[in-house]
């Protein structure tokens, strides 16, 4: 089913399915995430390749990071809800695969947000984050190095952060945002304003402004905008291209203009920009002819000068999005409906049983299938290959054109998928073991 232009919404809190992820990138002004973009690391994760991640904003400013062998970070969260699933596990891989490219991680557990908008006691969210979240983590690969876990209500720099950005921030761009009503309790409509402290605190550290990438599902979005205007906010100067294709730096406020004027000039003196015009009555500063590279680099220079000069300076954070799985009975994989995925703690009995109760893309007999192919695209089961259990890719495109052509069968292929899956969780279970003792070290005391 596609969906009409009236029903594609984004909500961080409700239970829409994304089956037109093309669609949703252009409705939004996502860019596309492809080869050009991954291409910067050097060994891809699968989930890249595989266009799982599909969408980003301004990852540009990774990719100069990246290729300058400049510093940045990696900044996302989770809500603490339930146990981890397979779908959980993607964002994990991807965040373990930016730590070995050399990323550092700061990673919220999101327990302000669970007790906000679940109504979790606070007791109940630090178990689940702990056994859950960072237990699993750790297993899947993180590394305490350069690795921070932390609890939102312990960190007072990003609940006083979340006071301040609620200065700026008014009912109606939240009610238009998130779709709150007068329902809605304060708490919850706090949330986003925590998310965006969570995100933009990093950059608060002796590392100052950065590239700060935020890997989420392409459901975060509404909070990822807003976060991007709140930093914007926090700047001294907004960059904008005039008509013959000059860069403008505008001074924003009306006070400490010709301050403002001479910071940017020095600044993009430095830079080695030498063709700079000034116009103080229009709170201007030209430079000739920077393109797209220019005004990041630009950017991030002005931003270091402003935190230089006592202003915050927050960059626009970086954004990928990755799709969601389908669950194993075709709907929406969900913690709370068990039948429609695998935890990682779950037993190899159990996962058996679930992944051969699960909807295919197959046909109605085995001869119809040898005769016409099935269909993996719509099939849970090639899903779980195509995520998670099919390491190399030629793997892949064997089970999909085995499948395709018919030359596959649905008992076969469940039967290899749940060969590998017993022992993805057997494995799980003993990384788990050895990787216990380090929870306590990489979660934050504040
Ligand atoms: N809202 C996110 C979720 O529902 C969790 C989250 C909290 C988060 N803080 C964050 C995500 C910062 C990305 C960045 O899972
Ligand atoms: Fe799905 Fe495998 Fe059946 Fe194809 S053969 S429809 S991939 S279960």
Request: with cysteine.
């Amino acid at each position: 089913m596609v969906a009409s232009a009236e029903d594609v919404k984004i909500d961080p809190w409700g239970s829409s399915q994304f089956q037109d992820y093309a669609r949703l990138r252009d409705e939004f002004g996502i860019a596309e995430f492809g080869p050009v973009e991954w291409g910067v690391f050097a060994s891809p994760h699968r989930l890249f390749r595989r266009g799982v991640v599909f969408g980003h904003r301004d990852f540009e400013r990774v990719m100069d990071a990246v290729k300058a062998k400049d510093p940045w970070s990696v900044m996302t969260g989770f809500m603490p809800s339930g146990d981890l699933h397979l779908g959980h596990k993607m964002l994990f891989d991807q965040v373990v695969a930016h730590q070995a490219e050399g990323a550092d991680l700061h990673l919220a557990l999101a327990d302000f947000e669970a007790i906000a908008a679940r109504g979790f006691t606070p007791a109940k969210a630090e178990r689940i984050a702990l056994d859950q979240y960072v237990h699993n983590a750790l297993a899947l690969g993180l590394k305490p190095d350069n690795a921070e876990f932390y609890f939102q209500t312990r960190r007072h720099k990003v609940t006083s952060l979340a006071h301040r950005f609620a200065q700026r921030v008014n009912w109606s761009t939240l009610s238009a945002l998130y779709g709150f009503s007068g329902e809605t309790s304060l708490a919850h409509a706090m949330a986003p304003l925590v998310q965006a402290a969570d995100i933009l605190h990093p950059q608060l550290d002796g590392k100052g402004p950065r590239p700060v990438l935020v890997p989420v599902g392409v459901d975060q979005d509404p909070h990822v905008r807003l976060t991007r205007d709140i930093a914007q906010d926090s700047r001294l100067f907004s960059l904008q291209e005039t008509k013959e294709g000059d860069l403008g730096a505008f001074v924003k406020s009306d006070d400490g203009v010709k301050e403002a004027l001479d910071l940017a000039e020095r600044t993009l003196r430095d830079q080695g920009y030498g063709e700079l015009r000034r116009n103080d009555a229009y709170k201007a500063l030209y430079v000739r002819r920077a393109g797209k590279a220019d005004q990041r680099r630009i950017d991030l220079a002005l931003a270091k000068a402003e935190r230089a000069s006592g202003q915050p300076g927050l960059l626009r954070p970086a954004a990928t999005f990755h799709r969601f799985m389908t669950g194993l009975q075709g709907g929406k994989m969900s913690s709370s409906k068990p039948e429609t995925s695998v935890y990682l703690t779950e037993s190899p009995e159990s996962a058996t049983k679930k992944v051969k109760a699960s909807v295919t893309g197959g046909r109605a007999t085995a001869e119809e299938q040898r005769r016409i192919g099935a269909e993996p695209d719509k099939c849970p089961v090639y899903e779980m290959y195509l995520y998670h259990l099919a390491k190399d890719d030629a793997h892949l495109q064997e089970v999909y054109d085995t499948c395709r052509t018919g030359k596959r069968l649905c008992g076969g292929c469940k039967g290899e998928a749940v060969g590998l899956l017993v022992g993805f969780l057997q494995e799980h279970k003993e990384k788990r073991d050895q990787v216990a003792h380090l929870v306590p070290q990489i979660v934050a005391k504040d």
